[in-house]
């Protein structure tokens, strides 16, 4: 304990200090003048005490005091978008865009290559309040330029070399460094499907464009160092269109669809945590698709392969609550039967409840097998109670889930 402690305790209890023994601030004495009435005092010594004008100390300038160093969060920048706070710098003025420039169709000339057009947002779309909105001119490398015309090249019109296509697709999956490429590679892929479903013909080349496009996508979904939440928006329509379009070519109609669940199945297990009414969204656009009046066999058959990929209980509210199987079974029957449709229905309720190894059907003479089939006819209708029926145990497990549901 030294000096400076005593001296700090006093202060807390609001004691006068002990003067002379504060190692800091040394005081000053003043000796005092002598007394006469006392001769034989001795030298008198007090610590000398400034006396404060409060005239003067009122009229002085008041000094305000700076505020301390402290540290804060704030945006930088939202999806690539600088909000206009104070924290960041102002915005700067847009130059005024050509008639040409505005639409998106100029190209931009470096080192005699022509730059990639940069994808322009919908002529609907609002600016957000409070944010600065701006057209930033996409500049790539050579590099990545000769990457990306090598690239579509080797992928489409597609060929029977498969070296240059794995090879691509490969690179697409592994290699990092291709953000800056993502938007155009996203808007191929998309141009790419439209232009494709919309000739309406079903040639074998045309199930081998969707094909080729349906793995680019897979491959950037798989890419870890792609960071592709910007683009959902630009990556569900072509996928969906895909699993839903009533004529795709006979040949790779079954294995698009099923391509195309297993990316949307990828798609939702990565961002349906961060975006929670995804999968909802996604499961009623397929519910309308399976049981609307007038919808193709080619469509009902994709939408109940994009319930498999959302997973078991859209299948469960698909097929079973939303009576699904029964709308195809009534639409099968009659000598209308479509395999790929009986099949795709058959894999889902085997996602469902999966059969069991035993080959015993229900018998019609016990009563509660009877039963057992009546509840199965309610919920899979007539068509598909008849198949599910030739296993007993099976029949049963179904007959419990929608029980239970």
Known sequence: MTTSDIDQAFRVLNIEPLYGHTPHNPSTFRRALPF????AAGPVYFVEDEEIDFDRVLREEKIALPKGVSWTAHWLAVEGVQPLIPENPPAIPRETVDAEGAKGESLTKLNGTGLLPTPTAPQGAKAVPGQQQQLVKQVLSRELQLYYARLTSSLLPPSLDFTKRTAALASLRHDAGLQALL???VRWVGEGVVGTLKEGSQSETDGRVLEVLLD???ALIENNTLFIEPYLHQIFPPTLSILLHSSLPLSHATPLRTSASQTLSR????????YPSLSPRIMKTLLLALISPGKSKGTREGAIRGLLGVGKEAVRKGLVEGGGAKVVGAECQGGNESAALVNSVMDALRVLQPPSDMSDSLDGT???DVAVMTQLTEVLGPFFAKRVAGDAAWAREIVGITKAS
């Open 36 to 39: 006469p009435q006392v001769p």
């Open 183 to 185: 938007p155009y590679l």
């Open 216 to 218: 680019v996508t897979s």
């Open 267 to 274: 798609l939702l297990t990565h961002h349906s945590t961060t």
């Open 366 to 368: 016990n009563e509660a």
